[in-house]
């Protein structure tokens, strides 16, 4: 049969449609669909789809948009190019009349646009990127505090303290009553409160950015703002089902890494707002089923027979990302064949709703990166995100009286805490590493666990369990982790390393980000050692530092930072160094709480 031209017509013609089409909706709630697997008879080339998950649709503002955009390389060129701008931008006419005066442009023979005709085009039809957004002077800033940051002892410290408190002003905008009025022709998305940006080209509000910009805001004592970012993130749970990943139009068919849960215990434990809890509690079970079901719910069977539920990120995707289409596509250009180009844009999303986009934590080739393979990796520190949502949902539950919620997440997160033990920890490493799945490892509904799949490179991330309190209450467990974390070598003279490897991508070596500094600090910090709390202030004193330089010789916070070299800021990546910087300037604050500054401490660079 397999010799029959006939059959081989057919085959060839069904492996096309399931390579290229798109499941315009899909419940989020249903069970993953079955991989299947394809033959295409052209040049003797396998192709095996793995790409059977679920897509959003996204809009026809944003499909202009793109086309915009792919029109603006060719007219201006790559140099300096910015792919987002152009799907940042608003109408000035509904879109029917703007696409056909687009489609009117002068075209050479090639089909380009010259850049006058576009800039023309533009100016009449397109408002600026941004001009959705307007400033609001938060409600709640004062200059300085009552009681801010009693133990920075030091001036010069409290000084810049006080400029990174001032720039939330800076970062504090609120969406303009245009897009309420006409949410077709924009893709910003019509949130009620006030936000805080993180900075440059992040225009809108971005998930969990927002947890290290709330944990900054409490420090200021900005418990309004702080309020309203959370209410706008539950907004998107009651629109969604989960909080996108940005408050755009593109955004919508994927996350971020779930930290909402903590920002309400955070908020509650400083405000004491029982009605936070009540308006959140629904939402977050809503957010805790997303994650818990689908595409994104991995069962593993371990060694001794047992099967854990954990998860992954897996986009809701398989296009180019509409705000880097333009970047998607080139890289895309080096595969040979369409199947293997919409399973590399699945990868590309998913890595972008881990928040590390992009890292050789997700490659299976390190100089490749379109050996992107998120979907196929159960992260550490996703779990143990989700983890801490339920013990979070627990804590909040209790607190309104809702017991029977309260003793259903205490049961998840024991389930959640042994199967992180049984599927990442490696007791030779004293670390959690990732786990790879492996399609041939796949029963019918479980993987096979296999020592050889943890993925024993060094990443920040594989500390970040020491971030949850069942993990640093155990002081067995965090002896064992710090003494690998002083062995990892990704402790630098000016923070933590993400990785080990210079790949020139922005989630690796040498970068440095925030939210991984304060996440194993904290964790550090909490546990009883005092030995872990002296490194962990150690890692402060030195990411308090280099931020601090790299401020002062630039005049900006940054979006990450160069822990070789206190006061360099961080590259690489798919876009030029951000300034602003919602969750640096966060977690300088958060630092600066809970150290404080001794009056001699040299603050300069050693």
């Known amino acids: 049969m397999a010799q029959n031209p006939f059959f081989l017509i057919i085959l060839g013609f069904f492996t096309l449609f399931c390579c290229s089409s798109v499941k315009a909706s899909l419940e989020l709630g249903s069970t993953t669909m079955s991989n299947y697997y394809s033959v295409i008879v052209h040049n003797s080339v396998q192709c095996n789809s793995t790409d059977t998950g679920p897509v959003v649709p996204t809009t026809s503002l944003v499909s202009f948009l793109e086309t915009v955009q792919e029109t ?4 201006y060129g790559h140099k300096g190019f910015d792919p987002k701008l152009y799907v940042d931008l608003s109408l000035k006419q509904n879109l029917s009349t703007t696409i056909e005066a687009f489609e009117k442009l002068p075209r050479s023979e090639n089909g380009s646009v010259s850049d006058h005709d576009l800039n023309g085009f533009m100016e009449k039809y397109l408002n600026g990127a941004g001009e959705d957004l307007v400033y609001a002077e938060p409600v709640d800033f004062v200059a300085e505090p009552e009681g801010f940051l009693p133990k920075v002892k030091n001036p010069k410290v409290r000084a810049w303290a006080l400029e990174v408190h001032s720039l939330w002003k800076n970062l504090s905008r609120k969406v303009s009553g245009r897009v309420r009025e006409s949410p077709d022709f924009h893709t910003l998305l019509p949130l009620k409160y006030p936000v805080m940006i993180p900075g440059s080209r992040f225009r809108e509000v971005y998930y969990w950015d927002s947890y290290w910009v709330i944990r900054g805001l409490l420090t200021s004592e900005m418990y309004e703002t702080a309020k309203g970012i959370v209410y706008n993130l539950l907004s998107l749970i009651d629109e969604f089902g989960y909080v996108l990943n940005g408050a755009r139009a593109y955004y919508t068919n994927r996350s971020h890494p779930p930290l909402l849960s903590s920002m309400v215990l955070d908020i509650y434990n400083r405000t004491g707002d029982k009605d936070l809890i009540e308006k959140s509690l629904p939402a977050l079970l809503k957010e805790h089923e997303f994650w818990n079901s689908g595409v994104h719910k991995v069962i593993v069977q371990d060694a001794e027979g047992s099967r854990h539920t954990l998860n992954r990120y897996y986009a809701l995707w398989n296009k180019p990302r509409p705000e880097s289409s333009t970047i998607d596509r080139e890289i895309a250009s080096k595969l040979s064949n369409t199947c293997e180009k919409t399973k590399l844009y699945r990868e590309l999303a998913s890595a972008a709703e881990s928040g590390w986009d992009f890292s050789t934590r997700w490659m299976r080739d390190e100089s490749d990166l379109t050996s992107l393979a998120t979907t196929s990796i159960i992260p550490v520190d996703l ?36 199967a992180m033990n049984s599927i990442f920890w490696n007791a030779e490493m004293g670390q959690w590493l990732d786990y790879w799945l492996s399609n041939f490892d796949a029963s019918k509904d479980a993987y096979t ?36 974390l002083q062995n990892s070598g990704l402790l630098c003279p000016a923070g933590i ?10 989630w690796d070596f040498p970068n440095g980000w925030a939210p991984l500094q304060h996440m194993i600090v904290e964790g550090l910090v909490r546990s009883r ?41 961080g590259g690489g990546g798919e876009y030029v160094p951000q300034t602003g910087f919602g969750w640096s300037n966060g977690v300088v604050l958060a630092f600066l709480e809970e150290f404080g500054w001794p009056q001699d401490l040299k603050l300069d660079c050693p």
């Open 72 to 75: 603006a390389l060719h007219a």
């Open 383 to 418: 779990n143990a995100f989700i983890l801490k949502m339920e013990l979070d949902i627990t804590s909040l539950a209790h607190v309104i009286g809702d017991n029977k919620i309260a003793a259903r997440f205490k049961e998840a997160s024991e389930a959640r805490k042994k």
């Open 449 to 484: 666990w296999n020592a050889s799949s943890q993925n024993q490179k060094l990443f920040a991330s594989n500390f970040v369990p020491l971030w949850i309190q069942l993990f640093n209450s155990d002081d067995e467990v965090v002896d064992e982790v710090l003494r690998s």
């Open 497 to 506: 390393a993400t990785s080990l490897t210079n790949s020139g991508q922005q």
């Open 529 to 569: 050692s005092e030995q872990a709390r002296s490194i962990a202030e150690d890692i402060a004193v030195k990411w308090i530092r280099t931020n601090y330089v790299a401020y002062k010789n630039t005049g900006n916070m940054h979006e990450k930072y160069d822990v070789e070299k206190c006061g360099d800021f």
